[in-house]
């Protein structure tokens, strides 16, 4: 790849948790890559940064911050542009969990692994999820949950980000405290949902929560997920009777993908699109989601992001 044929951006947030803590990777080489360096000190900016990246017609955009950051420029470049324009985006851990540049970007925060994603350039083309509800509230994003996992998050900022723990000893933290029995972190809340795949499934009950995303794993390299269908939206649903919660999760952690877990009332699928109706707590990429009550998750065109 040649660095001085090619319009490369590197746009990092400084007070990401990382970023914070150990300085920031891009702002200290970007020199090297010939890159223009622009800081989300004010991440309402990301709309102006983002125009003029387009505006600039910029191949490679390298985003250096958590999950909130990639979400919040990504759905920038989305909202702003046709996929037909959109760059090549290089995606850095720079935040508490880092769960999608762990899946689809740099593994780690080092100037080996930036160099080498630009040597290889190994591309991943997926897509993301886009969520619209009956106001015309439009998000993108790359993992929705609802019910438990937005109020597991919850607890798990509140009790362990505050303290300074963060990735994967938090989430485990907040895992075994919320997935057991009669706790006081989750709720039961009640949901609609209308999930279009081979054979189409509705779904009216008190549920435990859910989860839908295109991401191949999730964080800790867990792959909830058991859907059989060629589509694009991965979805697991658990009941509010469900059983064997934390031995189903170390199951499907060692692969065991193949066994139904429906009488632990569990459910996986792959989907087109999904309909819900709703009113409980709803989290997109570890924020949480203002939706009317009817809102539906369907997926974009491929994005391409290199590793």
């Not at 989907?271 to 809102?295: Q, R, V, W």
Request: proline letters at 4%; one cysteine or more; a positive charge.
């Amino acid at each position: 790849m040649q660095f001085n044929n090619s319009k490369i951006w590197f746009i990092y947030n400084p007070n990401s948790a990382r970023v914070l803590k150990k300085g920031s990777l891009l702002k200290k080489h970007y020199r090297r890559f010939n890159a223009q360096l622009h800081s989300l000190e004010k991440f309402s900016d990301v709309q102006i940064v983002v125009s003029k990246a387009l505006e600039n017609k910029v191949s490679y955009v390298c985003i250096e911050g958590g999950d909130g950051t990639t979400h919040g420029v990504i759905t920038a470049f989305l909202k702003q542009s046709t996929n037909s324009n959109l760059p090549f985006f290089i995606l850095i851990p720079g935040g508490n969990t880092n769960q999608i540049s762990k899946n689809i970007g740099i593994k780690s925060a080092s100037i080996k692994a930036l160099k080498k994603s630009f040597k290889v350039n190994k591309v991943i083309n997926t897509p993301i999820l886009s969520i619209t509800d009956n106001n015309k509230n439009s998000y993108f994003g790359f993992l929705f949950s609802s019910g438990a996992l937005p109020q597991l998050t919850d607890y798990t900022k509140n009790r362990f980000h505050q303290r300074g723990i963060g990735g994967s000893f938090a989430v485990v933290g907040g895992m075994l405290k919320g997935f057991k029995k009669n706790n006081k972190i989750t709720q039961p809340t009640k949901i609609k949902v209308d999930i279009r795949t081979t054979k189409n499934h509705k779904i009216d009950d008190l549920h435990f929560g859910s989860i839908v995303t295109t991401l191949p794993s999730l964080i800790l390299k867990l792959d909830p997920f058991w859907g059989k269908q060629e589509f694009p939206l991965r979805l697991t649903y658990a009941s509010s009777n469900h059983k064997k919660l934390i031995k189903n999760v170390i199951s499907l952690w060692l692969g065991n993908k193949n066994k139904s877990r429906k009488k632990d009332g569990l459910f996986s699928w792959n989907a087109t699109k999904i309909k819900f109706h709703y009113t409980g707590p709803c989290m997109l990429d570890g924020e949480f989601l203002s939706l009317s009550n009817n809102f539906v998750i369907s997926s974009t065109k491929p994005l391409n992001f290199i590793r």
